[in-house]
């Protein structure tokens, strides 16, 4: 009874969607072409603001640098938090939209470099400001506490710890439940989740390994740091395949490998860049310690005169769901989307800083994933076996489908918010 009186709930409070499409959609094409990086999102953040001023929410801005907290206060109730984050990724855009981004903006280090959402952090926004704005103007349907959270710098796992280092806890109200989710390939459309681990743990490494440079005419006078580094990436994919038991999981990924300038002159040294994703801190540990013992085994093997340097980058925690909590949302959703909308899915090797909060907070948390690929093209790869050649996630062509993905969105946030806000539930 409870879960159909939150799906009438939850209708009544979206009875609006279609009216606000269209500003949702301008501003999610506002935040597509204007894209900001980690830790800058100084307009995006003024633009989630405004939109919450004008809801009527007490609006603090600046938190973490640049995060944003929304409150809507609305008589005795659980405190429910929505998250959504606001950076964008240094990627020149190549989708071919009117709207593609054309930005350049400065990185950490001071370089120049392309800005593009594609990572889909600017449907986020359109989402939980569509949420946040339906869920005001119907506030005779639900009781409690709405904190509506638009986080910085994800993608670089700042943004999540800078809100928390500058007081989340103790400025804002302690939340019921935290909520999030992402934009995933997948039919648009549908929603996907489960309990238990949802998205990985991630370690980003860099390594610097020491040779000793020469002409490249007299190799027998270096100590070469290309060949060290080459034999360093090929033994670091033993550690899955050999080390990893199969019923475990765990990528290991290279994404960099810097050396030298010119052909004919052997450099002295070669830097190397890492992600490591895993689901158990168990797993975790030893794919590190393996890391460890590889490049030092290597650097010692060529006679390297001094040990390599291995530098942490960042790192994101493990990411898992409450069980009750995600009970309750997934029969939030049965209860309102056709059960062919409402997947389950199991732990995506993506990683995320939103479990940040609820770790924080003690409060339970719970992440879900939206699709936004054309259903039709979707089932047409899937059939053909083709899913690995449709644009992820970081993807240079990566470009959600704006409806029903926009939509689904925004219903998915105001559904899971309603299970604990919504009358008759307790």
Excluded at 229 to 248: G, K
Excluded at 249 to 274: F, H, M, R, S
Excluded at 275 to 296: C, M, Q, S, Y
Excluded at 339 to 350: F, N
């Amino acid at each position: 009874m409870a879960e159909h009186a939150s799906s009438e709930t939850a209708s009544v409070v979206l009875t609006d969607l279609n009216k606000l499409m269209p500003d949702l959609e301008a501003l999610y094409k506002d935040v597509h072409a204007h894209p900001e990086l980690s830790m800058q999102e100084t307009r995006t953040a003024s633009l989630a603001a405004n939109k919450l001023r004008k809801a009527g929410f007490e609006v603090t801005t600046g938190v973490g640098k640049t995060g944003v907290v929304g409150l809507l206060r609305n008589g005795e109730g659980p405190t429910v938090m929505l998250r959504a984050d606001m950076d964008a990724l240094p990627i020149a855009e190549n989708t071919g939209l009117d709207y593609a981004s054309k930005v350049t903006g400065k990185d950490a280090e001071g370089s120049t470099v392309p800005v593009g959402h594609m990572c889909g952090h600017d449907v986020h926004v359109a989402w939980l400001v569509g949420a946040a704005t339906l869920l005001s103007q119907k506030r005779d349907a639900w009781k409690g506490t709405l904190m509506a959270v638009f986080q910085p710098g994800e993608e670089t796992a700042q943004g999540a710890q800078a809100m928390i280092d500058d007081g989340l806890l103790q400025r804002f109200p302690t939340p019921d439940v935290v909520l999030g989710q992402h934009v995933m390939v997948g039919p648009a459309g549908s929603v996907a989740g489960s309990a238990g681990p949802i998205t990985s743990a991630a370690d980003s490494l860099q390594i610097r390994l020491f040779g000793r440079g020469a002409h490249g005419s007299m190799p027998q006078a270096s100590i070469d740091p290309v060949v060290m580094a080459a034999s360093v990436v090929l033994r670091l994919q033993t550690i899955v395949s050999r080390e990893v038991a199969a019923n475990d999981a765990a990528v290991v990924t290279v994404g960099v490998l810097q050396a030298g300038t010119k052909e004919n002159v052997i450099p002295d040294d070669a830097v190397i860049k890492l992600n490591v994703r895993t689901f158990d801190e168990g797993v975790r540990k030893h794919v590190l310690a393996a890391i460890e013992r590889i490049v030092n085994a290597e650097a010692e093997a060529s006679g390297a005169p001094r040990k390599p340097e291995i530098t942490p980058l960042d790192r994101y925690p493990l990411n898992v769901n409450d069980e009750t909590a995600s009970n309750r949302i997934a029969a939030a959703f049965r209860g309102y989307f056709s059960p062919d909308r409402v997947k389950y899915t199991g732990p995506a090797p993506a990683s995320e800083d939103f479990g940040c909060f609820g770790t924080a907070w003690q409060a339970p948390s719970v992440f879900w994933f939206v699709g936004g690929n054309d259903p039709k093209v979707y089932a047409e790869a899937k059939a053909a076996g083709r899913l690995n050649e449709l644009p992820v996630n970081h993807s240079p062509q990566f470009a959600p489908v704006l409806h029903p993905t926009l939509e689904t969105g925004v219903e998915a946030l105001v559904v899971g918010a309603l299970a604990w806000l919504g009358a008759n539930t307790k």
